[in-house]
């Protein structure tokens, strides 16, 4: 009898190995679909980019309830294979509506948000994407609870899970990175769905195995019609860099004379490219932004006469060509997208990349400034611009640190005597004005002047060691299209300036804006729905395993948002950061399958000590390192942690009653982690290490809980 048992409950090798591929690949499926939804329904869906993590918690909730769910594997093949398109096709119908513009969406005066709608029909909108990413992650969820009932081991599941999960990682960033379209991802997730179901097809049994397998391309064939579709109609063209989603259209004047390409940026105006031989064209003096193109391209290079000028952020090239119009010797031109800057051979009138006195770098804006020596007479802050600062990391809140007091005072560094620092602005609010010109007065002190272009939102900041009011009054007494804004009196603005632990430029003071409370209330309030349809009773929660997810999750998404300061919010270093997570996620897990660890308070001390460490080291330091040496320590310091709290929950896991349960409280505690993460804009980036630490002393005083029951 002893023997029959452990023929069961010990499968030979080459029985545990079907689990195992399995597993891998569907393991595979759901982090690569997980990715692609994130960045596709961030994009398309311009205002659940404005919310960070939305997407993530809606597809760890969705996860969750699978694990939990106890529907069979064919069930789960047949609803993911019906569900998996479902957010495609709302996106093909949102995009076709009033739901893609740009407007207002502001309930208070706390922050700047954009939407095409009102409040209230904002809000169902975002309601409704989170329901559609969370549906069929459920179905994903429950075909991975079935691979994981196959083992008798826990950990060697979930090992298989994380190598899995690392490999979809990997795919999605090599594929962002090649600047594939949304189609290609689907695709991909077709391919992994079809072998997924081709390898358990006997399971399945009959001929379903062949309908689910075609069902896979749904998602993949919608998009790719969608795409020739725009083709066909004239749309214009689409490119999917490893940053943005950017579209190109021909503008012309109202009178019909073409004047270079708009250019968008995950569906929100950019830029435009703009031909500086009509600077004194009278067709633009008809046009409704004279004074900004004053202000932007020509004063700056009246006012400081420079020899040599930096542009941070030269997208397309405007700032650029401006430079070269007005004589500069030498100019050089920082982006962090060299798709962007290819662009602008072929869609600038100008070509201003092509001039030799032009040298471009492709980098991120604060790495470079703190890793080059150069000085400069003139640096501008250029097409950074303000409206598409929001989602570039599509449904990842963007941490913008090139304007923040310490991004100010390292550009200051890189003048030459007597240099001109001109940081121009898009400013909706009066606030955003205020914002910055206390951030001016923290750098410059008295030492600079704030210029507007008459009639216009656009603003200049203008910092000039030395130069005397008299001669900041140049600007106006040559330009009548610009105005001197009188500056704000220190401690009158009710705003806070923005700093690398606190980067928001577009949020007033540190608070949680009341869009976000309303946000936040609803969520918890739909999350609690299916919480409650899997677990009947609330206690039956793995507490210690729900708030290590909770903690887990506030590293991860504190060291995505850390991470920016480096390198600039893009998917490969998002990536970085993701792989290196698993990474350590699956040595801890191979470490206590290795050693048989069992002590584990050793090891939560390890965690605190390297909390802790995350917590005070100065990240600012490792952007005078070469970018991939900066990326690679930098994603190792701050996810280092999850080594030792890896270690700490494989300890436990292995003996869990019921793994799959302890699998799902820890994504519900994901969930809340997630939601805890927005309380950074109260708190500052850095205390969410504390705040992680906090809840992993909650996982521990559960777990010995747990072991005195």
């Given at each position: 009898m002893t023997n029959n048992n452990t023929a069961i409950n010990q499968p030979s090798n080459a029985t545990a190995n079907l689990p195992a591929g399995r597993l891998f690949l569907v393991s595979t499926?759901?982090?690569?679909?997980?990715?692609?939804?994130?960045?596709y329904l961030g994009t398309e869906i311009p205002i659940v980019g404005f919310f960070k993590n939305l997407i993530l918690i809606a597809t760890f909730l969705g996860f969750g309830v699978g694990l939990q769910a106890k529907l069979s594997k064919t069930r789960g093949f047949q609803l993911f294979g019906y569900t998996a398109f479902i957010p495609v096709v709302i996106v093909m119908i949102l995009s076709r509506t009033f739901l893609s513009g740009v407007a207002y969406l502001d309930i208070t005066d706390e922050a700047v948000l954009l939407g095409s709608y009102s409040q209230i029909t904002g809000m169902i909108v975002l309601l409704i994407t989170f329901v559609i990413a969370m549906i069929p992650l459920i179905y994903l969820g429950a075909i991975v609870a079935n691979y994981f009932d196959?083992?008798?081991?826990?950990?060697h599941a979930y090992g298989w899970n994380i190598l899995g999960s690392l490999a979809g990682t990997l795919g999605f960033t090599l594929f962002s990175s090649l600047s594939s379209p949304p189609s290609v991802w689907f695709l991909v997730c077709g391919l992994l769905f079809m072998g997924t179901v081709?390898?358990?097809?006997?399971?399945?049994?009959?001929?379903?195995?062949?309908?689910?397998?075609?069902?896979?391309y749904l998602p993949a064939i919608l998009t790719?019609?969608?795409?020739?579709?725009?083709?066909?109609?004239?749309?214009?063209?689409?490119?999917?860099?490893?940053?943005?989603k950017v579209e190109l259209y021909p503008m012309t004047y109202t009178t019909g004379e073409a004047t270079g390409h708009g250019l968008t940026v995950n569906n929100t105006w950019f830029q435009r490219s703009f031909d500086t031989t009509y600077l004194d064209h009278p067709e633009e003096l008809d046009e409704e932004a004279p004074s900004a193109r004053t202000l932007r391209f020509i004063a700056p290079f009246v006012f400081a006469q420079p020899k040599s000028v930096l542009v941070l952020g030269s997208g397309l090239g405007n700032d650029t060509a401006s430079a070269i119009y007005h004589g500069?010797?030498?100019?050089?031109?920082?982006?962090?997208?060299?798709?962007?800057?290819?662009?602008?051979?072929?869609?600038?009138?100008n070509q201003p990349y092509r001039d030799e006195s032009v040298t471009v770098t492709i980098d991120d804006a604060r790495h470079y400034l703190s890793a080059s020596p150069e000085k400069y007479d003139l640096i501008l802050f250029g097409v950074l611009e303000a409206r598409s600062l929001f989602s570039q990391f599509s449904n990842l809140r963007l941490d913008n640190y090139v304007y923040t007091r310490e991004a100010i005072e390292a550009a200051k560094e890189h003048l030459s005597p007597g240099g001109v620092l001109w940081l121009n602005m898009w400013v909706p609010k009066p606030w955003v004005k205020d914002k910055f010109d206390l951030l001016m007065q923290e750098v410059y002190g008295e030492?600079?002047?704030?210029?507007?272009?008459?009639?216009?939102?656009?603003?200049?900041?203008?910092?000039?060691?030395g130069c005397s009011a008299e001669r900041f009054a140049e600007i106006v007494q040559t330009f009548e299209q610009i105005s001197v804004v009188p500056s704000v009196e220190e401690g009158a603005a009710a705003a806070s300036t923005p700093t690398d632990d606190w980067p928001h430029i577009f949020f007033r003071t540190r608070s949680l804006p009341t869009t976000y409370l309303v946000l936040l209330g609803g969520l918890v309030l739909l999350s609690i729905i299916p919480i409650r349809s899997t677990f009947k009773r609330p206690f039956k929660l793995d507490w210690g395993f729900f708030f290590m997810g909770a903690a887990f999750l506030l590293i991860e998404a504190g060291a995505v948002v850390r991470m920016a300061l480096l390198a600039g919010t893009t998917w490969l270093v998002n990536g970085a950061v993701f792989a290196a997570v698993l990474v350590f996620i699956f040595l801890s897990n191979w470490a206590v399958i290795r050693w048989q660890i069992k002590a584990w308070r050793p090891v939560f001390i390890l965690l605190v000590i390297t909390l802790l460490f995350a917590y005070f080291f100065p990240f600012s330091t490792l952007l005078t390192l070469p970018n991939w040496m900066a990326i690679s320590l930098g994603a190792a310091i701050l996810t280092l942690p999850v080594l030792f709290s890896g270690i700490i929950f494989s300890v436990f896991f292995r003996d869990a009653e019921v793994p799959s349960r302890a699998l799902a409280s820890n994504l519900f505690g994901a969930i809340l982690g997630g939601f805890t993460e927005y309380f950074s804009m109260l708190t500052g980036n850095r205390a969410m290490s504390l705040v992680a630490l906090a809840i992993y002393f909650l996982a521990l005083l559960s777990f010995q809980k747990s072991q005195k029951k």
């Open positions: 499926l759901v982090l690569f679909y997980e990715l692609s939804l994130i960045r196959a083992f008798s081991k826990p950990l081709i390898a358990d097809r006997e399971a399945i049994g009959g001929k379903k195995w062949r309908l689910f397998a075609t069902l896979g790719l019609s969608f795409t020739l579709a725009r083709m066909m109609l004239g749309y214009p063209d689409i490119i999917w860099t490893p940053y943005y500069v010797e030498r100019i050089h031109a920082i982006d962090i997208d060299p798709v962007i800057v290819e662009l602008s051979d072929e869609y600038h009138p030492s600079f002047v704030v210029l507007q272009g008459a009639g216009s939102s656009h603003y200049s900041f203008v910092g000039c060691d």
